[in-house]
């Protein structure tokens, strides 16, 4: 019997528990909506503050809103966490300048509770936009300028243009659409020269349109700038012409015209036609066929599609006149021949040159000059060597010089001829150095050493008996030497042998024959490079005679052991004539 009454006490006491529950009151979350803050056309931050968790926790939070007076989480909703407190959340998603009410929610397993609804309006209006003044202008293009503000609403952005106030082209500006306040601008193309535009700037937002101010530029352009500058290049049948030509924006066909005067007659195009831009170019033009010698007139022609434009006339002069000659004195005079000279100037017409001589100003020959015909425009040396003359002979010479143009003459000059022979003269196979009582005979020294370092003796020693020392005694010092000594390599037998410029007579110099020669070449021609040189004259069985040419006993006659061949002893081998 306990047994059931205990079953009955529990069953009793379950039923006690439901009712006790189901008599629990159900509360909702108390949150209260903060002020919204940061406020954009789109944007704001709202929240709230949740006071009392409710009957159970919060398990969501946010904050609702919607254009309607009481938003609630089926309107548009942040989601940020759970549990009480305060909280923080971005609106997003709005349309500018609008009312908006917004309010916080938090939700628990009971429901969801609300604060107080508060209204906010998002910031936007029409755009505000304003025309500047345009940049970039050239005769057929622009680049439109302004300012946008587009007052928290995203604008789209254009230009219209034209030559009214009516506009009729439209351009986006390149930085379309815009937020904020933004420089705009747009380049447009294909306008017309000189010509007044007009221009402004249309901008659309959400909440409607705004035009600008109306602005205008001008198109550049006007007709060509020119200027002709001096002739350059020119020679005797061509010319280069030359100028500057602004094409002031427009392009420009550029001419030189040109002739024998101011009517010209004849055209060429400049090299660099067209001209573009707005600078001052340099243009030219090479013309040919001119006549020498020969004024011409020219101009610049330049045209574009405003008009043409002639520069100033210029002229220049093509080159060319008779030669400039000038006469010179007479050079490398001889016995029987000089250099006759001068200078020729051709002008830059090739001119043939002569030389007039004679014993008289009738002259009576001619030759033509060396360097004949001569050309340029600078003074050439002209110069004849002229033969067959008489010794001691005056006689007179000119220059004539002749071009397409006519013939110049130079003033006469004068020179004489040397003696028959004269020292120093190259003739007979040698250089004189010596020349008798007569005028017409002597002696003449090889051009050159016939050696630098021999020997006078041949093989041993012995006496030769060419002891002469005289002038005219060399020759047969040598003849004897030779026939004593016989065939070998020896200072007179080198002589002896020579075959030089046609002669074979040639003989070592006795002493007073090279003394001469030192005497009356060395010290002015400096022909001689050894030392020394042997003579034939002999002086011993052991000796010969030889002179020093150089150093400090240049001049000096002395004997030589016969055996030596140092260099620095010579042989400088003579004949008579």
Known sequence: MKTINEKYLIIILILALILLAGCKKEEVPV????????????????????????????????????????????????????????????????????????????????????????????????????????????????????????????????????????????????????????????????????????????AVNSLGTTYSNDITFTTFGQVPTVSTTAATKITTVSAQLNGTVNANYLDASVIFEFGLSTSYGTSITAIQSPIT?????????????????????????????????????????????????????????????????????????????????????????????????????????????????????????????????GTTYSNDIQFTTAPLFVIGEKINGGIIFYIDGTGKHGLVCATKDQSTGI???????????????????GQANTTTIVSVQGAGSYAAQLCNDLDLNGYTDWFLPSIDELSLMYTNLNSHYGLFTSDGYWSSSEVSRQGALALDFGGIQAGIKRSRPKEWSLAGVGVRAIRAF
Request: hydrophobic share 35%; proline share 3%; net charge neutral.
């Open 31 to 202: 949150i209260t909506t903060t002020a919204v803050s940061k406020i954009t056309a789109i944007t704001a931050i709202g929240g709230g503050n949740i006071s009392g968790e409710g009957s159970s926790t919060v398990t969501n939070r946010g904050v609702c809103w919607s254009t309607g007076t009481k938003p609630t989480i089926a309107d548009n909703v942040t989601t940020n966490g759970a549990g009480a407190g305060s909280f923080s959340s971005n609106i997003v998603g709005l349309k500018g300048a609008t009312i908006y009410f917004v309010r916080a929610y938090a939700t628990n397993n009971d429901g969801t509770g609300y604060g107080m609804a508060m209204s906010f309006t998002t910031l936007g209006q029409s755009p505000a936009p304003y025309s500047a003044t345009a940049t970039n202008i050239t005769a057929t293009a622009a680049t439109l300028n302004g300012t946008v503000n587009s007052n928290y609403l995203s604008t789209d952005v254009t230009f219209e243009y034209g030559t009214t106030i009516s506009y009729g082209n439209t351009i986006i500006a390149i930085q379309s659409p815009v937020n904020g306040n933004t420089n705009v601008s747009a380049s447009i193309s294909g306008l017309t020269a000189v010509t007044i535009y007009h221009y402004r700037i249309k």
């Open 455 to 473: 020997k006078w003796l041949n093989l041993s020693y012995q006496t030769t008996g060419a002891t002469a020392t005289a002038i005219g005694t």
């Open 277 to 405: 831009g707005n600078v001052n170019a340099s243009v030219d033009a090479p013309i040919t066929g001119l006549e020498f010698n020969t004024t011409y007139h020219y101009r610049i022609k330049a045209i574009n599609s405003l008009g043409a434009t002639y520069s100033n006339d210029i002229t220049f002069k093509t080159f060319g006149q008779v030669p400039t000659v000038s006469i010179l004195t007479a050079t490398n005079i001889i016995s029987t021949g000089a250099s006759i000279n001068g200078n020729v100037n051709a002008n830059y017409l090739s001119t043939v040159v002569t030389f007039e001589y004679g014993t008289t100003a009738s002259y009576g020959n001619t030759i033509p000059a060396i360097q004949s015909p001569v050309t340029g425009n600078t003074n050439t040396p002209v110069n004849a060597f002229i033969t067959g003359l008489e010794f001691s002979t005056e006689y007179h010479y000119r220059l004539a010089a002749v071009n397409f143009l």
